[in-house]
């Protein structure tokens, strides 16, 4: 009887380990990803995507955590796109509190103060600041999508920002919408590399060539010379299943992306710096899918994929070009694998390997900018007192992106 209780508590406690190891794995494997509303998600949907990256990092109890007695606060002003969250401690980045909580505005802690550009209004800014305190604006969309809102007026925010968080690299926070060591993190349901066999086994499952899915079809150059390239692209005869309101498909709906070999990760704002979405991360390397690129320059697609991941659409003369460069591939696994061999390498070869949340990199930073020991300022301009969000955003980025 004594025996049979001793196995059952040592079952038990193994059943109970087990569960940690694994939400310990999951926190690894999502810490890097924060997918934001966007006006473009075509058949992407929130509800699509793992475990938000607030519910992962929300491990320790704010009042129970031990890491930092006395955190700094990072305070998002707005709820971006209404997304409510609680309080969490932003553990392995410096301890930070992040927080909604409006009444934590003037605590001595609160060093950062993040306003989302859509809700951003002169009207319902903080009434008071202190002069320690770091204002960061943040976004996620096109620097072409924001030139073109009418009723944005960024330039009458000059001087009010001190610190950009954005999907740039050149960004004070680099808020890319995920990263290589994710995308290979999810192509391979872990940290661990694929196998030859099981790359041949990713390979058979995918019983279609390739699929694009847009809803996005007429509201810039981008998205309207995009749809004139994928139609050109079926006239020329690439099998491409087509979904998404832009081919009629009103109810958006939801593809197996492993089933295909390609996805046309064509962006809605072509040649605009660093601008990546989750048409390149989520519907084409998180399922072992090739993406065809059309976007920003090659140049950056570079600095931030596996390794040999994709196909940059551009390199080819005409769609026609193209089209039978993917016909080749499609009759010739030996040649389509050396796209997928970025699953077979280890994680550390990914760009940007273990690269945490945006909330995390504003940790950091927050911290080395508060911090009495630092010798030097994190940035060339530290105070940013005359810092215009408009000329940087606008005026460094590629003039390509706004013709």
Request: with cysteine.
């Amino acid at each position: 009887m004594v025996k049979n209780v001793s196995y059952k508590l040592w079952g038990f406690l193994l059943f109970v380990s087990a569960c940690g190891f694994v939400a310990y794995l999951k926190s690894e494997q999502y810490i890097e990803l924060y997918v934001q509303k966007h006006e473009d998600m075509d058949t992407c949907t929130l509800s699509a995507y793992p475990p938000m990256l607030e519910t992962i990092e929300k491990t320790e109890n704010v009042e129970t955590t031990n890491e930092n007695h006395s955190p700094i606060i990072l305070l998002e002003w707005y709820k971006a796109f209404g997304r409510v969250i609680d309080d969490y401690i932003l553990r392995g980045c410096g301890g930070c509190l992040y927080t909604q909580n409006r009444s934590k505005l003037m605590e001595k802690n609160t060093k950062a103060v993040v306003m989302h550009f859509a809700e951003l209004k002169k009207s319902t800014m903080p009434k008071e600041r202190r002069p320690d305190q770091y204002y960061v604006w943040y976004t996620m969309e096109s620097s072409l999508t924001l030139y073109n809102k009418d009723n944005l007026h960024l330039d009458s925010f000059d001087g009010v920002f001190n610190l950009t968080m954005t999907y740039r690299r050149d960004s004070d926070v680099y808020a890319a919408y995920a990263t290589a060591h994710l995308a290979y993190l999810q192509a391979n349901g872990g940290p661990r590399p694929k196998t030859e066999l099981q790359m041949d086994e990713l390979i058979k499952q995918k019983t279609h060539v390739a699929l694009w899915a847009a809803s996005n079809c007429a509201t810039n150059k981008g998205a309207i010379e995009r749809l004139k390239y994928a139609k050109q692209m079926i006239r020329d005869g690439l099998d491409l299943t087509f979904g998404g309101k832009c081919s009629g498909d009103m109810e958006r709906k939801q593809f197996n992306y492993t089933k295909y070999k390609f996805y046309l990760a064509f962006e809605n704002s072509w040649d605009c710096k660093d601008y990546i979405t989750e048409k390149f991360w989520k519907n084409s390397l998180f399922a072992g899918t090739v993406p065809v690129v059309i976007g920003p320059p090659k140049a950056d697609y570079e600095a931030v994929a596996p390794p040999n991941s994709f196909i940059f659409a551009q390199d080819f003369a005409t769609p026609k070009k193209l089209v039978e460069y993917l016909q080749f591939l499609d009759k010739n696994d030996n040649a389509y694998k050396q796209y997928l061999v970025w699953t077979t390498l280890d994680a550390s070869q990914m760009p940007w390997y273990k690269k945490g949340s945006k909330q995390c990199h504003l940790c950091q930073v927050m911290t080395k900018l508060t911090s009495k020991t630092t010798d030097s300022p994190v940035f060339s301009s530290l105070s940013r007192t005359n810092f215009s969000v408009s000329k940087w955003f606008f005026g460094t980025d590629n003039p390509k992106c706004f013709s």
